[in-house]
């Protein structure tokens, strides 16, 4: 049967070495048994945006009207089915009785018996001895233990048996208010490339559909039938030992399971087919059935861990992969809500670092490098502005000496320093020429007829000039420190 969880937490030090198996539908069964109303709201808004079922067969669906089957208003058939009633009445505590765990755990014993016998030609096709199954009948309804390993009885009588305790039971495995869901996902289709329906099944479509409605099976139906097709999926891979198919196989358990009680052929007419058909792909898909949709263990989780309100596949956007695509886009959502918040962090200290720098530059003294921040300031007033983004791409800086003798000059001569190598790069203007310049243009009448021995001597006395008072400078900021 299911489980709400598949781990047990103790303190017996003893059992915390044993390996610890986590399941991961626990939310899932979790919500189905603490607030059932919401999981099955959760599933059938699912299960409708696979398949269109109109107000009536929802209602069905949901247990809110009596299901309308076929055959159910003809007079034979209904005098038929009182008739099998009064039969199931008189049955024992197993057969014929509504389906409980104590029937699934004698039946279960059937079924393990055959796990280890599908070799055997024929299997639940070739009937038993009838008398070995009445005796095997009886052991099962009163509870007696059964050895089925003592050879008193054969594959056959056991397979036969099983289909018995099937066919009595008072509705089909997969009840009767799932009848028509089953129609529906029958007809699931490919659409081709203008949107018109082909005749290719929809395997995955098929599958979440199973997947969805075998949720809200009742716990005893679901579990039975877990134990019944994974079964039949073992048998049908021993198909060439015991020339059972899985076509064949559903041949046989379609009327027990799926069909709807004291209905005859004549009743389904062309849905036998469907119905048919339908419970073959249950066996060769068994191993996927049983597992929750990636985006119902989401909604499940979300309920008790989160605060988000529950979404379909669609909002989740989950449709492509079974699991990991789910956990891709959850990375990727919390990854984004991460990066703005970083950005943003990011921008807020940019903003407090340029308000600081605005109040410094601000209480500076008048000088030059105050007039030439203001400048900078005024060039880029969007990237240096409290409040705006910080600028892509940088202006580019001059670069600078970083070296031990260029930081003592930067430090004692300060602006003297950039101002002289101005001068030298830049073109004397009329109104900065020196005196001795002066004197020498107006004694030669223009610089053509200057000597050049003259004007050698007078720049080697500017040099020298300079480099004394450079010293000087230099070794009196080197006594006061």
């Known amino acids: 049967s299911d489980a709400i969880c598949n781990f047990v937490i103790c303190n017996d030090s003893s059992l915390r070495s044993q390996p610890i198996i986590f399941n991961p539908d626990f939310f899932v069964e979790k919500l189905r ?9 959760l599933v059938v808004s699912n299960i409708t945006r696979l398949i269109d079922l109109p107000g009536a067969e929802l209602a069905q669906l949901m247990g809110e009207e009596d299901p309308k089957l076929p055959g159910a208003s003809s007079t034979a058939s209904g005098f038929f089915r009182s008739l099998m009633s009064l039969k199931r009445k008189e049955k024992g505590v197993v057969f014929g009785s509504p389906l409980t765990e104590e029937g699934i755990a004698q039946v279960s014993q059937l079924i393990e018996y055959l796990h280890k016998n599908l070799r055997a030609e024929g299997l639940f096709r070739v009937p038993g001895n009838s008398i070995r199954q009445q005796i095997l009948k009886d052991a099962l309804n009163s509870g007696t233990d059964i050895d089925l390993d003592s050879g008193e009885f054969h594959s056959n009588d056991v397979a036969t048996l099983l289909k018995v305790f099937l066919g009595e039971l008072p509705e089909p495995l997969l009840t009767h208010k799932h009848f028509h869901a089953h129609l529906k996902i029958a007809d699931l289709t490919l659409f081709d490339e203008k949107g018109n329906k082909t005749s290719t099944p929809d395997k995955e479509r098929q599958i979440e559909a199973l997947q969805l409605l075998f949720l809200i099976l009742p716990a005893p139906n679901r579990s039975l039938l877990k134990l019944l ?95 990991s695509k789910e956990l891709q886009s959850l990375k990727s959502q919390k990854r984004s809500r991460l990066d703005s918040c970083h950005q943003e962090e ?52 001059r670069t600078r000496s970083r070296s031990f003798s260029g930081l003592i000059k930067r430090k004692v001569l300060g602006t003297p320093v950039i101002l002289e190598r101005k001068s030298r790069d830049a073109t004397p203007e009329p109104e900065r020429v020196s005196k001795e310049n002066i004197h020498l243009l107006q004694r030669c009448g223009s610089p053509a007829h200057m000597n050049q021995t003259k004007l050698k001597s007078l720049e080697g006395r500017k040099e020298e000039s300079c480099r004394r008072t450079r010293t000087h400078l230099l070794s009196k900021d080197s006594s006061s420190l």
């Open 33 to 41: 048994h603490e607030k059932p109303e919401v999981f099955t709201e």
């Open 229 to 323: 097709l994974d079964l039949l999926y073992q048998t049908a891979k021993k198909q060439d030992k015991n020339k059972m198919s899985a076509h064949n196989l559903a041949l046989m358990f379609a009327p027990h399971i799926l069909w709807p009680r004291n209905v005859t052929a004549n009743d389904l007419q062309e849905n036998i087919t469907k119905l048919n058909n339908g419970v073959t792909f249950m066996i060769k898909h068994s191993q996927k059935l049983f597992k929750a949709p990636a985006y119902i263990r989401e909604c499940a989780r979300l309920h008790y861990l989160g605060s988000r309100a529950h979404t379909s596949k669609d909002d989740l956007d989950l449709l492509a992969s079974p699991g």
């Open 346 to 397: 990011t921008q807020q200290r940019t903003e407090e670092a340029l308000k600081e720098l605005f109040r410094h530059v601000h209480n500076m003294p008048d000088s030059a490098k105050k007039k030439k921040l203001i400048r900078q300031f005024n060039k880029h007033p969007t990237a240096l502005t409290p409040g705006s983004d910080v600028p892509s791409s940088p202006a580019p800086r």
